[in-house]
Structures are given as structure tokens and as C-alpha cells.
Nanobody, 121 residues
Framework: QAQLVESGGGSVQAGGSLRLSCAAS????????MAWFRRAPGKERKGVAA???????TYADSVKGRFTISQDNAKNTLYLQINSLKPEDTAMYYC???????????????WGQGTQVTVSS
């Protein structure tokens, strides 16, 4: 099993940047797939970025060019760099992981508790 703990959220003004982190533990396999999701107020949770075990990334069209997913395998940490923040980026951001490639779908079995990002105009 994997345990995931997100951090790095906060309240920022539009145009600012944040880097979210997700510390992963509880597993030994290096063949892990991870992703970031977000749930905006009143909306369904959606995938925004994913990274596979080879470091290949996938992004939702709505965040391409502003979001960057990366991982530090030595630290077992996943990151999401968010630039040029917009009020519509306001959401709870979740880290997800699994040992199969689920891309931006909701099929991941391991989820963190989330970190809140609030963007003011």
C-alpha cells in the first residue's frame, strides 16, 4: 500500500505561483504511477496532471503550459508547479498513486487528503 500526504497549498493572488508537494511512503516498488487531481467548489474531481514510472507526463488541456508535474524518486515526492494562477484554479488538490497506469482517470487506489489552493482576483 501507499500513503500520500500533500502540502504546499495556500491563498494567493491571481498571477502568482505555488508548488504543491506529495510525500509518498509505504511501498517498495519503483513502478509507481502518480497524478494530481483537483475538485473545485461544486464540481467533480478531475485529473490535471499525471506522470508514469518513466517520467512521461500527461496534462489536462485546461492546465497545459501553466502546470508542471515532476517527481523526486530519491525523496519519494511528487510535485506540481502551478504558475500564472487564476481564480478558476481554486480547488482542493489531491495526489493519487497506483501501480498501474491510470493516467488522468479516477481509478487510482491510493489518495491523499488534499491541500487547498485559493486564488483571489
Amino acid at each position: 500500500q501507499a500513503q500520500l500526504v500533500e502540502s504546499g497549498g495556500g491563498s494567493v493572488q491571481a498571477g502568482g505561483s505555488l508548488r504543491l508537494s506529495c510525500a509518498a511512503s509505504g511501498y517498495t516498488s519503483s513502478n509507481i504511477y502518480m497524478a494530481w487531481f483537483r475538485r473545485a467548489p461544486g464540481k467533480e474531481r478531475k485529473g490535471v496532471a499525471a506522470i508514469d514510472s518513466d517520467g512521461i507526463t500527461t496534462y489536462a488541456d485546461s492546465v497545459k503550459g501553466r502546470f508542471t508535474i515532476s517527481q523526486d524518486n530519491a525523496k519519494n515526492t511528487l510535485y506540481l508547479q502551478i504558475n500564472s494562477l487564476k481564480p478558476e484554479d481554486t480547488a482542493m488538490y489531491y495526489c493519487a498513486a497506483d501501480f498501474f497506469d491510470y493516467g488522468l482517470t479516477q481509478q487510482y487506489n491510493y489518495w491523499g487528503q488534499g491541500t487547498q489552493v485559493t486564488v483571489s482576483s
